[in-house]
């Protein structure tokens, strides 16, 4: 049965949407989070984002992506925390894009992203936010995003550790 904009309002338009139920509407959702990403309600426009984000389809960076061009800061802010919810290849351009964004809740939310995607295109970019950033706090978290990019990347480059057989 096909999704209807009507059933995604109807439980996304709530103070406190259940973004894992919302979730399981799947990819027939996109389309119409798409249109409620261009829409004028920011607060609608910003859960829409953050749920594209959570639905495994090709097409929710796009709506990523139109969100993080919204002239509402809420919006751009749910557009880069959905992005730690993205593959590292969908990811990147956004991340890097928004690690430049003039409000600090968005760029915030970007480098939380970057630490957990932990691609190493993106430390110049972090380390820039560390030693430059105007916002000290921001500043902080970047450092602390470096460490945990690191990490990220020693756990995919570290060799799966055998597990010793069981004796009989």
Same mark, same amino acid.
């Given at each position: 049965?096909?999704v209807?904009?009507?059933?995604?309002l109807s439980q996304?338009?709530?103070d406190?949407?259940?973004y894992p139920?919302?979730?399981?509407l799947?990819?027939?959702?996109?389309p119409?989070?798409?249109?409620?990403v261009?829409?004028?309600?920011?607060?609608?426009?910003?859960?829409?984002?953050?749920l594209?984000?959570?639905?495994?389809?090709?097409?929710s960076i *796009?709506? @990523?992506?139109t969100? %993080?061009?919204?002239p509402?800061?809420?919006?751009?802010?749910? =557009? $880069?925390a959905g &992005?730690?919810?993205?593959?590292?290849a969908?990811?990147?351009p956004?991340? *890097?894009r @928004?690690?430049d964004? %003039?409000?600090?809740?968005v760029r915030k939310?970007a480098?939380? =992203? $970057?630490?957990? &995607?932990?691609?190493?295109?993106?430390e110049?970019k972090v380390?820039?936010?560390?030693?430059?950033?105007?916002?000290?706090?921001?500043?902080?978290?970047a450092?602390?995003?470096?460490?945990q990019?690191?990490?990220?990347r020693?756990?995919?480059?570290?060799?799966?550790?055998?597990?010793p057989?069981k004796?009989k």
């Amino acid at each position: 049965m096909p999704v209807t904009l009507q059933q995604v309002l109807s439980q996304l338009d709530t103070d406190e949407p259940n973004y894992p139920a919302l979730a399981a509407l799947g990819p027939e959702a996109v389309p119409h989070l798409a249109s409620l990403v261009r829409g004028e309600d920011a607060g609608l426009a910003s859960k829409a984002a953050y749920l594209a984000s959570l639905i495994q389809s090709d097409d929710s960076i *796009e709506v @990523l992506t139109t969100a %993080a061009g919204s002239p509402h800061d809420t919006v751009r802010v749910a =557009a $880069a925390a959905g &992005l730690r919810n993205l593959g590292s290849a969908q990811a990147l351009p956004l991340t *890097e894009r @928004l690690l430049d964004d %003039a409000d600090a809740g968005v760029r915030k939310q970007a480098l939380r =992203a $970057a630490g957990r &995607l932990g691609l190493g295109t993106l430390e110049a970019k972090v380390k820039a936010v560390a030693s430059g950033d105007a916002d000290t706090a921001l500043r902080q978290l970047a450092t602390q995003e470096l460490k945990q990019m690191a990490d990220v990347r020693a756990d995919r480059e570290s060799p799966p550790t055998a597990k010793p057989k069981k004796k009989k």
